[in-house]
């Protein structure tokens, strides 16, 4: 099945510094990619939707110059925490859906293994 | 849009008790439905999925009914395990290339 492959797993980095997170579709093309957010034992929390060649479509009260997305590519997105604060440690997840041949009407999604991101 | 409305928890169980997680659904026409899951310090995973009504998805020992009747697809395990030990979360479509729309999760922690 389709694979969504998410870098790094795990990133501790000094408050004011940035971090970039890597979002990868593995065998399928992907001209839409979605970031969550999740605090702990809490659901998910859609930040924004990445769009190939163009500008992401960020959520009410997610700060875009905060959270850079870029999607250069059909299979990659990334998400940059700039000047990381320790309130932006959480738990990052991307997520993209693959076409059928009816477009993703009722495809399922598919989700990159998360990154944890300690700001100190 | 479709919106989906699910039991929360937690929900603590013995090794080999039933489970039943509650979902129903709003929705315009017949999407899919799917439930994920998530395992401590991962991201989500498909469990199963249904997309028709009556249809059963099953994996793992879990299964869930596609109810048009009662626009319901709650979540079924004979005999849970420690290892099911997870966050279940039930999911549908909305149209075009949008994100699915989850429920809010149900964390369940199954005892030895």
């Known amino acids: 099945g389709a694979v969504v492959s998410q870098h790094p797993s795990r990133v501790i980095c000094k408050s004011g510094t940035s971090v970039k997170i890597e979002c990868r579709s593995l065998d399928f093309q992907a001209t839409t990619m979605f970031w969550y957010r999740q605090f702990p034992k809490q659901s998910l929390m859609l930040m924004a939707t990445s769009n190939e060649g163009s500008k992401a479509t960020y959520e009410q009260g997610v700060e875009k110059d905060k959270f850079l997305i870029n999607h250069a590519s059909l299979t990659l997105s990334t998400l940059t925490v700039t000047s990381a604060h320790p309130e932006d440690s959480s738990f990052y997840i991307c997520?993209?859906?693959?076409?059928?041949?009816?477009?993703?009407?009722?495809?399922?999604?598919?989700f990159g293994q998360g990154t944890r991101l300690t700001v100190v | 849009g479709n919106s989906v409305t699910q039991m929360e928890g937690p929900v603590t169980l013995s090794e080999e008790a039933f489970l039943t997680i509650n979902c129903t659904y709003t929705?315009?026409?017949?999407?899919?439905l799917f439930w994920y899951v998530q395992y401590p310090g991962e991201g989500l995973q498909l469990l199963l999925k249904a997309t028709k009504a009556d249809d059963k998805g099953s994996n793992k020992g879990f299964e869930a009914t596609y109810r048009k009747e009662t626009t319901s697809f709650h979540l079924e395990k004979g005999s849970v395990q420690v290892s099911d030990s997870a966050v279940y979360f039930c999911?549908?479509?909305?149209?075009?290339?949008?994100?699915?729309?989850f429920g809010k999760g149900t964390r369940l922690s199954v005892i030895a």
């Open positions: 999911a549908l479509p909305n149209s075009g290339n949008t994100p699915l729309v």
């Open positions: 997520s993209a859906r693959a076409f059928s041949g009816t477009g993703t009407r009722n495809t399922e999604a598919f």
């Open positions: 929705a315009t026409g017949y999407p899919s």
